[in-house]
Every structure is written in C-alpha cells, then in structure tokens.
C-alpha cells in the first residue's frame, strides 16, 4: 500500500524558513518523480517543485524559484523541500506526490505570519 507522510510544517514568521519532509513507502521511490504542490486558502491546488528519480534535475515554479529547494534521499525514500525567504504568500497547505502512480499525502499546514 502506497503511503506518503509529509511532516515540518507549522506557523513561521515573514521572512523564515521552513524544511519539509516526506516518507515514502509501498513503491520504487527511486524511480519515481516527486512533486511537491501546495493549496493556498480558497485557491486551486498548484504545483511547487518537481525533482526526478535520482535527484539530478529539479523544476520549480516561478514564484519560489531561488528560495525553494527540493532535494531527495533514496536511501531514506524521503523527498525534502527547503523554503527560505517565506513570504504571507506561501501560506498553504502542502501536499507530497508521487504524479506517475497519482499518490498524494495527507497534507500540511504552512502558515507565514506578515
């Protein structure tokens, strides 16, 4: 059974950071794409940052470009996103994916104070 776990989230001040965390199990985490989207209050869900199987190569939206970093552990099937420079703007909650078997995480809650 697929299941990714998110964890890292919480209530940061303008200007923070904040590291996420996901634990995947129940697939070849290696060989699988990950993404990271988010879901800011009352908005669509929308992508964040995508990194491929071996962590050579990472995408990002332009609104976090150069203060996100998305990084992976095979070793641990944990895929991580660094945010610096958080902004009011990247309140949401933040979602793990797995796009090509279209599994999601439970989500967690961002929230950055102005």
């Known amino acids: 059974q697929v299941h990714l776990v998110e964890s890292g989230g919480g209530l940061v001040q303008f200007g923070g950071s904040l590291r996420l965390s996901c634990i995947a199990s129940?697939?070849?985490?290696?060989?699988?794409?990950m993404n990271w989207y988010r879901q800011p209050p009352g908005k669509e869900r929308e992508f964040v940052a995508a990194?491929?199987?071996?962590?050579?190569?990472?995408n990002y939206a332009n609104s976090v470009r150069g203060r996100f970093t998305i990084s992976r552990d095979n070793a641990k099937n944990t895929v991580y996103l660094q945010m610096n420079d958080l902004k009011p703007d990247d309140t949401a909650v933040y979602f793990c994916?797995?796009?090509?078997?279209?599994?999601w995480g439970q989500g967690i809650q961002v929230t950055v104070s102005s």
């Open positions: 994916v797995a796009p090509t078997i279209n599994a």
């Open positions: 990194i491929t199987g071996t962590g050579q190569y990472g």
């Open positions: 129940g697939f070849s985490f290696s060989s699988n794409i």
